[in-house]
Nanobody, 117 residues
Framework: QVQLVESGGGLVQAGGSLRLSCIAS????????VGWYRQVPGAQRELVAT???????NYAPFAKGRFTISRDNDKATLDLQMNDLKPDDTAVYYC???????????WGQGTQVTVSS
């Protein structure tokens, strides 16, 4: 069974940085697409960034130039480095894994990021 566990959220002032991490188990991590999404109360979950097994990265417009997604296939971990954080980045951030061969998606439990002004 696939499990994703995030860590690294917290409270930071505007302009600061945070690094989120996610560790995966029970999956063929190295051939999966992985990513980060975020959600605020009352809104739909939205894409932050994804990274394919072939290392193609895709970023939401708000994340370009500020956030960097990276993966370590040997450790089955996924990171999101977030710089120059803004109050609008406040949300619960979710780790995501997609297995193309089975068309299954998996989510972590989420980690809260709060950016104060």
């Amino acid at each position: 069974q696939v499990q994703l566990v995030e860590s690294g959220g917290g409270l930071v002032q505007a302009g600061g940085s945070l690094r989120l991490s996610c560790i995966a188990s029970g999956s063929k991590f190295d051939i999966s697409t992985v990513g980060w999404y975020r959600q605020v109360p009352g809104a739909q979950r939205e894409l932050v960034a994804t990274q394919t097994a072939g290392d193609l990265r895709n970023y939401a417009p708000f994340a370009k130039g500020r956030f960097t997604i990276s993966r370590d296939n040997d450790k089955a971990t996924l990171d999101l480095q977030m710089n120059d954080l803004k109050p609008d980045d406040t949300a619960v951030y979710y780790c995501y894994l997609y297995q193309r061969w089975s068309d299954d998606s998996y989510w972590g439990q989420g980690t809260q990021v709060t950016v104060s002004s």
